[in-house]
């Protein structure tokens, strides 16, 4: 199985702020990578996928880069509502894996 | 407007089956589950016309996944249940099993308990 690890796995931030989260693979994935976004009680929502591809109605101050082994997940100007915990995903292979999350909270 | 529609809670003793459903229009399917306070994990894929399935090396033979085309409902049936399947269990729209999960049910919790 290809294993994801995410840095940090907590970050407190403010409002309008930008912060930046990691995904590792242990392998390489090409761009099969996908992020998402969990609020507390809600199923995840799709952010971005191919690693750099902003799904639709997705506001454009999430963006995703990277390829291979390395990807990182950028917010910029932080809004209240991106506080949530953010999970990377492979789609390069199955069984398909996640990363271990990172919550953003407020600081 | 793309909506997944899933059963409600339950609650099995260990060693018992469940069967959660989730109304997906026909659309192909994953499913990954969430342990309380933990993160996500992958359980397995099945299309939409049920001619394919892809479970996750984990939960091979304990897994079963399957549609009924009437009622365009896809179910996921999990046996020998441990405590440790406690877990909202959440499908997710996959089409062609690519990995991209762009559409989620509500999500349905299934606790184990004696």
């Known amino acids: 199985d290809i294993q994801m690890t995410q840095s940090p796995s907590s970050l407190s931030a403010s409002v309008g702020d930008r912060v930046t989260i990691t995904c590792r693979a242990s392998?390489?994935?090409?761009?099969?990578l996908n992020w998402y976004q969990q609020k507390s009680g809600k199923a995840p929502e799709l952010l971005i996928h191919?690693?750099?591809t902003l799904q639709g109605g997705v506001p454009s101050r999430f963006s995703g880069s990277g390829s291979a082994t390395d990807f990182t997940l950028t917010i910029s100007n932080l809004q209240p509502e991106d506080f949530a915990t953010y999970y990377c995903?492979?789609?390069?292979?199955?069984?398909?894996?996640f990363g271990q999350g990172t919550k953003l909270e407020i600081k | 407007q793309v909506q997944l529609v899933q059963s409600g809670a339950e609650v099995k003793k260990p060693g018992a089956s469940v069967k959660v459903s989730c109304e997906s229009s026909?659309?192909?399917i994953s499913w990954v589950r969430q342990a309380p306070g933990q993160g996500l994990e992958w359980m397995g894929w099945?299309?939409?016309?049920?001619?394919?399935?892809n479970y996750a090396p984990k939960f091979q033979g304990r897994v079963s996944m399957t549609t009924d085309k009437s009622t365009s409902t896809v179910y996921m049936e999990l046996r020998s249940l441990r405590s440790d399947d406690t877990a909202v269990y959440y499908c997710?729209?996959?089409?062609?099993?690519?990995?991209?999960?762009?559409?989620w049910g509500q999500g349905a919790l299934v606790t184990v308990s004696s």
């Open positions: 997710a729209r996959d089409l062609g099993g690519y990995g991209k999960l762009d559409y």
């Open positions: 392998h390489g994935i090409r761009n099969s």
């Open positions: 995903q492979q789609s390069y292979s199955t069984p398909r894996t």
């Open positions: 191919t690693a750099s």
């Open positions: 099945i299309n939409g016309y049920s001619v394919s399935t």
């Open positions: 026909g659309y192909d």
